[in-house]
Every structure is written in C-alpha cells, then in structure tokens.
C-alpha cells in the first residue's frame, strides 16, 4: 500500500522559509512523477511543482518559479520542497500526490500539511 507523509508545515513571517517533505513507501516510484499541490482556505486545490521520480525533471506553477524548489533523495525515498520569500498568498494545506508518466491523474495522496504564512 502506498502512503505518503508530509511533514515540515508551520507559521512563519512573510519572507521566510521553509522545507516540507514527504516521506514516501510501499513501491518503487520510477515511473512515477511526484508532485506538490496546496489548498488554501475556501479555495480549490492547485498545483505547486512536480519532479520526475527518474530523470528528475521539475516543473513549478507560475506563481512559485524561482522561490520554491522541488527535490528528491531516490535513496531514501524523500520528495522536498524548499520554500523560499514566502507570501501570504502561499498559505494552505500542503500536499504530495504521485502520478504514473502514463496516466493524467495523481492516484496517491498524503494527508497535507498545513503552512501559514503572516503578513
């Protein structure tokens, strides 16, 4: 059985930073794409970055490009997201899904953490 843990969520300041990750089991994940989504309150859920488990090509919502990073360590199946100069607006439960390169949707997803970001 899959499961996916996020961890590394909390309040911080506008312009600060933060490091999510998510610990991932139960099979081997080349083939997949592991990606990045958030859900801010009264809003609906929205895609952040995704990153190839092979290869290791990203790619980031527009509203992220050049503050937030996604990473992978293959090793110990750990998927990372690196948050940098926050905004308000970044506030949302944060959650890591993955997706099979031949399908359109993501079939797996952890249970979120939350990030609040202060003016």
């Known amino acids: 059985q899959v499961q996916l843990v996020e961890s590394g969520g909390g309040l911080v300041q506008a312009g600060a930073s933060l490091r999510l990750s998510c610990a991932a089991s139960g099979r081997t994940f080349f083939g997949y794409r592991m990606g990045w989504f958030r859900q801010a309150p009264g809003k609906e859920r929205e895609f952040v970055a995704a990153?190839?488990?092979?290869?290791?090509?990203?790619s980031y919502a527009d509203s992220v490009k050049g503050r937030f990073t996604v990473s992978r360590d293959s090793a110990n199946n750990m998927v990372y997201l690196q948050m940098n100069s926050l905004k308000p607006e970044d506030t949302g439960i944060y959650y890591c899904?993955?997706?099979?390169?031949?399908?359109?949707?993501?079939?797996?997803w952890g249970q979120g953490t939350q990030v609040t970001v202060s003016p």
């Open positions: 899904a993955t997706q099979h390169l031949s399908r359109s949707v993501y079939d797996y």
């Open positions: 990153i190839r488990w092979m290869g290791g090509t990203t």
